[in-house]
């Protein structure tokens, strides 16, 4: 197989964090913004169990994921308040748990926030999950849209940041008129 440094792609793992639901997703995306599904699932941990099991069975699957796909990088979806704090909590700590993990292997992590995954996936930051998981399986060529949400997000993440890193995919990349449209809007809104 070859790896996705010899075909001039980058191989990004994407997550979702969360303690029930923690999504995976893993792409390679080519210079030219093309993205090929590598994986995707979720890793689940059982809501009755003690957290400090929860969270090694969360890092347990990264790892494994790590291990088996060689991500190039890691981005997580930021932590942002809910009203719920036990909810919140429990994103936080799996979140903190991909990080560690991502700082464990020696690789870049980076972290991005649903509107920045949602403006990049739809071009609309408000985009509801039906949007972002059509928009995905678009892009990865799909049959079917990715299910469950968590591991949609897990890809829409991957790809938000192999497309907005400024990175080897994102400074080669050679832009469709609608990536550059998009690039354009958010360039407008961040004045």
């Known amino acids: 197989m070859t790896s996705p440094r010899a075909r001039g792609s980058l191989r990004v793992l994407g997550i979702d964090p969360g303690l029930t639901r ?14 090929r599904l590598v994986h995707v699932g979720v890793v689940r941990s059982d809501a009755g169990a003690p957290i400090e099991e929860r969270l090694a069975v969360i890092a347990g699957g990264i790892r494994h994921i790590v291990d088996t796909h060689a991500p190039q990088v890691v981005a997580v ?4 308040a809910q009203h719920n704090r036990q909810t919140v909590m429990g994103t936080a700590q799996a979140s903190g ?3 560690l993990i991502a700082g464990e292997r020696g690789l870049p992590a980076a972290t991005h926030t649903p509107s920045e995954v949602k403006a990049a996936i739809t071009g609309y930051g408000s985009a509801d999950k039906r ?4 928009m995905v399986a678009r892009v990865l060529r799909l049959d079917a849209l990715p299910q469950p949400a968590d591991a949609a997000d897990a890809l ?3 790809l938000c ?3 907005r890193s400024g990175g080897p995919v994102a400074a080669s990349a050679a832009l469709t008129p609608a990536q550059r449209a998009w690039q354009d809007a958010e ?3 961040r004045r």
């Open 22 to 35: 923690c999504g995976i997703g893993v792409v390679d995306v080519a210079a030219d913004r093309s993205a």
């Open 77 to 80: 979806e930021r932590v942002f």
């Open 97 to 99: 748990i991909a990080l």
């Open 131 to 134: 949007q972002v998981q059509t």
């Open 156 to 158: 829409a993440i991957a």
């Open 161 to 163: 940041h192999a497309w």
């Open 187 to 189: 360039r407008l809104a």
